[in-house]
């Protein structure tokens, strides 16, 4: 192949241009020179401009043979092989000369540059495909440009070196393409143990309340960066309450997962302690504060009781709970709404919504409504006409919400939802759920009243004859309590579910009886220790308006099927 033929210039490179440049001044100077001007000094001092050698003036082959990069060029449409440097041959062995590269460089075919040389050609504009792995197992960069024939009025159309060719540079970039994959495999590795350490934190089996039907779902981001704090809980109160409660920690990677971890655990001790909702987020900032100033988290408490039929709830910062009542009616909840945890100097408040048999509430987190080109509220309104039409068990509705999300694999934040159903139950099922209150007006008949209205209703809901005593003992017991130590109002209340019976006693007294050791001379403080020694759990709150409302349970034998 004659290479004085082919100039393999790159088009607009401006190092050319300078170069050219630099050889019409030298030859100006040559001039005025001979014309009698008399140089400058360090001029004089040059070299002969003729000793050295200009950049075009270089064998071609020789400047190619020497380059440590790959360089292969091809002609004509079907790209037939002009020549090959020997850092390619020794990469990918011999290649013959004339052969098409479809046939001859199979190297090519196989990283898929076929296509790219045809733009090339079209287009007459350099491309470039970086790092792609070769046969040989190294990593290359590729960068294909056009090459024209500069002279004129030779070679006909037959003649092969007149057809325009791409030259092809292929650089080695094995180190850096194992860095990068490194770097990579670093980060999945990282990104996996926030992803497990969260998972891990979260409830691993929900809670299921006699009441409720719950599900829930996350999904950390599908970024390397976006494993972030979501989470969620549910726990039984007790008395038939449930305590429910989602948060986000603003952040990413293993500390907010961490921190997210011990906010989860503090919710479930302060629940413990049966506080009104926003007395748990009021304790819940303050050690926000202490675990890390510098990071906040939104969160939002609820507590549901059946009794009453509606959902008592403190908010942080959080987004507002939306609950679908049974006519497909969706209401949000954003008031109230405090600043997020860890800010201090604010006073939480509670609300409360209905959420009525046939009702269901949805908690969530930001990744499911936030996007980077709506407005937050756009992405709410979206999810209420979503939960408007959802319907069926609370894991259908949970799955249905996310896939209306339109959530893909690289969201860039995680996602936490919580489904809750108060479901309406009727027929067989119904009969399982009962409710019977008795109002005592004091007086030393209030305790003979109370025993015999317990014994009343448990002999109708048909229980066994030894559970029907305890019962009896526990509601005597507690209201005794109630006569001696509380104030009026005063209610006895007997609940049953499919596996528990409830007996609660309220007063207007805010004092909390506590279990203590009576001595043998004692008149009393004996009524609290025989409910706790024949209940299976018993407790005491503070209500909304003023006063107590002591309880103790009964587990229910199971039916042998």
């Excluded at 199979?106 to 296509?115: D, F």
């Excluded at 908690?363 to 980077?372: H, I, K, P």
């Amino acid at each position: 192949m004659n290479f004085t033929r082919w100039s393999a210039r790159l088009p607009g490179i401006p190092g050319t241009q300078r170069r050219a440049a630099a050889r019409t001044a030298l030859a100006t100077t040559s001039d005025h020179r001979a014309d009698g001007s008399v140089p400058a000094a360090r001029a004089e001092q040059r070299t002969d401009p003729q000793a050295v050698p200009a950049v075009d003036d270089l064998p071609t082959r020789h400047v190619l043979e020497r380059v440590p990069a790959l360089v292969a060029l091809v002609h004509g449409p079907d790209h037939r092989i002009a020549y090959v440097n020997t850092a390619y041959t020794a990469a990918f062995g011999p290649r013959p000369l004339g052969s098409p590269a479809r046939e001859a460089l199979p190297e090519l075919r196989e990283l898929g540059l076929l296509p790219l040389l045809d733009q090339v050609l079209r287009s007459g504009r350099s491309r470039t495909l970086k790092s792609r792995k070769a046969p040989d197992g190294r990593s290359y960069t590729f960068t294909c440009t056009p090459v024209t024939d500069t002279e004129t009025g030779t070679g006909g159309p037959t003649d092969p070196a007149a057809e325009p060719g791409v030259l092809v540079f292929a650089t080695d970039v094995t180190d850096h393409a194992e860095a990068a994959e490194r770097l990579r495999a670093s980060e999945r590795r990282q990104r996996e143990t926030a992803v497990t350490l969260q998972r891990s934190l979260l409830p691993q089996v929900l809670e299921q309340p006699d009441d409720l039907r719950i599900a829930a779902t996350y999904q950390p981001g599908g970024t390397e960066a976006a494993v972030g704090g979501d989470w969620y809980d549910v726990i039984t109160l007790g008395g038939g309450r449930t305590a429910l409660v989602i948060g986000d920690v603003m952040g990413r990677g293993v500390r907010a997962a961490a921190v997210m971890g011990q906010l989860r655990t503090a919710v479930r001790a302060y629940a413990r302690m049966d506080l009104p909702p926003h007395e748990v987020l009021q304790l819940l900032d303050g050690l926000a504060a202490e675990i890390d100033a510098n990071q906040i988290a939104t969160c939002v408490y609820a507590i549901h009781d059946p009794n009453e039929g509606r959902l008592v709830y403190s908010s942080a910062g959080h987004l507002p709970i939306l609950v679908r009542d049974e006519n497909g009616t969706v209401l949000r909840a954003d008031e109230p709404t405090g600043p997020p945890l860890g800010t201090g100097g604010w006073m939480h408040s509670s609300g409360s919504v209905p959420l009525a048999p046939g009702a269901t509430a949805v908690l969530y987190t930001d990744g499911l409504v936030e996007r980077r080109t709506e407005d937050i509220d756009e992405g709410i309104t979206a999810l209420e006409r979503a939960l408007a039409g959802a319907t069926g068990t609370p894991q259908v509705v949970c799955d249905r919400l996310v896939r209306s999300a339109g959530l893909q694999a690289d969201h860039d934040d995680d996602v936490a939802v919580l489904v809750l159903q108060h479901p309406a139950r009727t027929g067989p099922d119904g009969e399982l759920f009962r409710n019977a209150t008795l109002e005592l007006l004091g007086g030393v008949e209030a305790a003979p009243r109370a025993r015999a209205f317990a014994s009343g209703v448990l002999t109708s809901w048909r229980f066994p004859p030894d559970l029907h005593d305890l019962g009896v003992l526990a509601a005597s017991e507690l209201v005794a309590n109630s006569l001696q130590h509380g104030t009026p109002p005063m209610r006895l209340r007997l609940r049953r579910t499919d596996r528990r019976l409830i007996v609660e006693v309220t007063d207007g007294d805010d004092h909390l009886p506590r279990r203590r050791r009576a001595e043998p001379a004692d008149e009393s403080g004996r009524g609290i220790a025989i409910v706790a020694t024949i209940a299976t759990h018993w407790g005491a709150r503070r209500t909304p308006g003023g006063g107590k409302a002591v309880w103790c349970e009964f587990t229910l034998p199971r039916k042998q099927p």
